[in-house]
Each structure stands twice: as C-alpha cells, then as structure tokens.
C-alpha cells in the first residue's frame, strides 16, 4: 500500500526513539499522519490575512462566524468561539489542563513524563482510534472476560481482533493468576492488553495490593522480552467506594514502567464529570524514557485517525468543560455527585446483607466501585426470563448478560433500591416456579 511521505517521516522518527512503539502499531497505524501541508498548513499561514479565503466556516460581512439566533440566544458562551472548529488535536487549554488533572487525580504520576491528552469526541472514539492505530485483522487483544459489550464492535468487527480473555476473579477476589498466565506464557512477542477498571459491566476495581500484582506481571513479562500495548480505559476513573481498592490510574504506574510497555490512558468527562453526551475524552501515551520527539510523533498519528475520522471533537462541549474545570467550585459540586452515587453503594451492600433469603436466587459478583454491580443467577434460573417478568410485572429494568444481570444502581433513585433487589428476587422466584 502506498505510504505517504508525511507517515514515512514519522515512523522514522519512531523508530529512532522506540522500535517497540514502532513494532506495536498496525499497518494502518505505520501509515497515517496529520497532513502538515494541505488544507490546514495553507489555512494557519492566512490567519489574519484581510481577505482570508480558506476556511470551511461561513462568516459574516463583520468578519464574525455565523451563527442562528435560535442558537446563539440559548448558549452563554461567545458566539463565535462556540460555533467554531476545534483543532484537530483539542481544544490547547483543555488538553493542557486535563494533563495537570491527571497529575492532581494520580499522585503517583509526580515527576512522571507522558504525551499531552489528545481529544477524542469521548471514550468510544479514542479506543476506536487506539484499534486504527495498533490492532490488525487476527490480531490477538487480552483482556477480563467481564467486559463492556461494545468492545466486540470496537474491536473485533472494527479491526478483527482475536479476544483472548482471562477470568476477572479467583472468589472474591481479582484472578491474578489467570492473569498472569495470558501475559507471561506462550511464545515471546507482542502482546496487546486492554484493562478496563472500575470495570463494566462488574463495577469491581482491584485492590492496592492487587494492582500491584498486575503492575509486577506486566513488567515481568516486558522483562522477559514481550513488547506490550497496555490500553486503560478509565471510563469510570475516581468512582471507587471503599478503603484499600486502587484510586490511581494502571497508567500512573505503567507510563514508566520499562521500555518495552507502551501505556495508554483512554479517559474522560463522560462519566467523570456526568455529561454522557458531551462526547468528549482523551488518549495519552506513557512510555519509559519517552523522548518528547515520540511523544510528539504518536500525537501527529494520533491526529491524523482523528482527521480522517471525525476531523475533530464537538467544540461546545470543550468549551463548557473548560469552563467547569477552571470554576472554584469544580470539586465541591463533583463532590455531592460522587456522595450520591457513594450513598446508593452502600445501601445496595446492605440490602444484599439483610436479606439472606436473595441467596436462593442470586448471589453478587465482587463490587467496589463504578456505575455497575452484577448478580449471578442460581443454577436453573434463566436470565432472560427474570428480565422479561421485571420488565412485565414489576415495572423494572435490568441488563441481562448471559444469566449474569447487570444493575447499574448509578441510575436508580436511592430510596428504590431495596425495591429493586426484592422485584428481582420476587421475578427469579416467579421464573423458578417456586
Ligand atoms: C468501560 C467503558 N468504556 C468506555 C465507555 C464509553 O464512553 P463514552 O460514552 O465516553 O464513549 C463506556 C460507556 O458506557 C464504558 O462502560
């Protein structure tokens, strides 16, 4: 296929500063570039000009961009900053401001060095970036085998990924040895992780201890000569209930853990931040000994996938942001929201405590922190028929998966849990026949 000068240039300068990066892109990943010298160069270079005919945005005879009344009056923001086009890469302030929250949000990324976050229009499109990037047809992808349904999409109908899954637990706890064994046996090669913690659809985020075993095995198998792509999708970042479980990023311990790991933190305000339909996120790279060269050079990559794919993120919806995180009272209002959502947790544990009698039916997988929790069915008990009684005859709705029920409490009114568990004990017992 043909390959760009543009792209040749920066997978020179990748292979000078990382064959390991090199080694871990696709092929679709070794031929994109940001266009340094077409429509956009020609652009910048007549910012300012009086007469300035190269923009794709309408604007009028007073130079300011178009924009409806019916439009303009509903939003508090400029006009024109609104209506515009963010750069290709992000809005600059916000990238800039992001990468100083992870620092504040990941006290172990002090002194740390890591590519400055490129936007994405939200979490799905960055991981769909880091498939363009990295994942060929047959490629083979590890991860839990408790994952959010849209990787199949994501992945493997996008790229052809080969899913390759552990099991997320041992018990109670994370299944560190399943683990283990997909990074560390088998021949030595490339090998291409994705962690999603808090995880969806289990709500479970390992403990310190456990994240580190999980940070060991990496480097003991980068040690060993495997060279591995770690994805950490932090959709549900800083969502954690309880003392002793992780609060950092994997990436704050990953980004410099041995050259052979490239680290790659996919976040975001979708759900940090509740605006679900802001659609916006982040993809940032870490990489021991990272020279800013590469870092610069898998930002022009990154940026171009977005170019050829959405040309760039929704501008409002950065602008608002930027507007949130630059407000004294950011984390305060942050605050009541995660108490809300800390508050509905506990009282779904103690529900699960009181009532012995859910046993029969249903008992909880490990949970600590997120949107979600999961309950698995006793034997005999069909999944899709609890759903179908809730939905007809307690006019209440739950995901099922496989005859595990997924039940994100994040969305339900705190005072409707207990009802909630009892409808679904009372539908089990209904299907059950009992
Ligand atoms: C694990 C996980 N990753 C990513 C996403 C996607 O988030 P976004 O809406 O920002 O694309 C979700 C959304 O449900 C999710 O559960």
Redesign the pocket.
């Known amino acids: 296929m043909y390959r760009n000068p543009q792209a040749e240039s920066l997978n020179d300068t990748i292979k000078e500063e990382s064959k390991i990066v090199y080694e871990l892109f696709s092929e679709k990943g070794k031929n994109i570039f940001f266009p340094k010298k077409g429509i956009l160069s020609q652009t910048e270079q007549a910012k300012g000009k009086k007469i300035n005919a190269t923009i794709g945005s309408a604007i009028e005879n007073d130079g300011t961009l178009m924009c409806l009344d019916s439009i303009g009056s509903v939003v508090n923001l400029t006009r024109g900053s609104f209506v515009s086009y963010a750069p290709g890469f992000g809005n600059p302030e916000i990238r800039k401001k992001w990468q100083e929250m992870l620092y504040k949000k990941n006290p172990s990324l002090k002194g740390k060095s890591f590519s400055v976050p490129m936007t994405t229009a ?4 960055g ?1 769909s970036m880091l498939g363009y990037l990295f994942i060929d047809d047959g490629n083979t992808l590890c991860l839990s085998d408790l994952y ?1 349904e ?1 990787y199949d999409l994501l992945f493997r109908n996008a790229y052809g990924a080969v899913f390759d899954t552990f099991s997320l637990f041992n018990g109670e706890r994370f299944n560190i040895d399943s683990f283990r064994e997909k990074i560390l046996s088998g021949p030595k090669g490339v090998r291409k992780v994705i962690l ?1 913690f808090p995880n ?1 659809p289990s709500g479970y985020t390992p403990s310190s201890a456990e994240a580190m075993q999980i940070v060991s095995a990496i480097k003991e198998s980068a040690e060993a000569g495997n060279k591995i792509l770690a994805i950490l ?1 932090d ?2 970042f800083n969502l954690v209930y309880e003392e002793g479980i992780e609060r950092e990023s994997l990436f704050a311990y990953l980004c410099d853990i041995h050259e052979n790991v490239l680290a790659v933190k996919v976040d ?1 305000p ?1 759900k940090e931040d509740y605006v ?1 339909g802001f659609r916006i ?1 982040f993809v940032t790279y870490g990489i021991k000994n990272g020279s800013r060269k590469l870092y610069d050079a898998l930002e022009q990559k990154t940026g171009g996938a977005i170019r050829g794919n959405i040309s760039n993120a929704p501008n409002i919806s950065q602008l608002l942001l930027l507007n949130a995180y630059n407000s004294p009272e950011y984390d305060h209002e942050k605050e009541l929201k995660y108490n809300t959502l800390k508050e509905r947790y506990i009282l779904v544990k103690k529900t699960l405590a009181q009532k012995n009698q859910y046993a029969e039916c249903f008992t909880a997988l490990p949970f600590n922190s997120g949107y979600f929790m999961c309950v698995k069915l006793a034997g005999g008990i069909d999944g899709e028929a609890v759903r179908s009684v809730l939905l007809n005859d307690f006019n209440t709705g739950i995901i099922n998966l496989n005859n595990l029920l997924r039940i994100a409490f994040a969305a339900v009114p705190t005072d409707l849990i207990p009802e909630l568990f009892e409808n679904i004990y009372l539908a089990c017992k209904k299907v059950a026949g009992s």
Request: net charge negative; aromatic share 18%.
């Open positions: 939200a979490l799905t499109h991981l959010w849209n999603n969806n999708d959709a549900y975001g979708t679900w996120g």
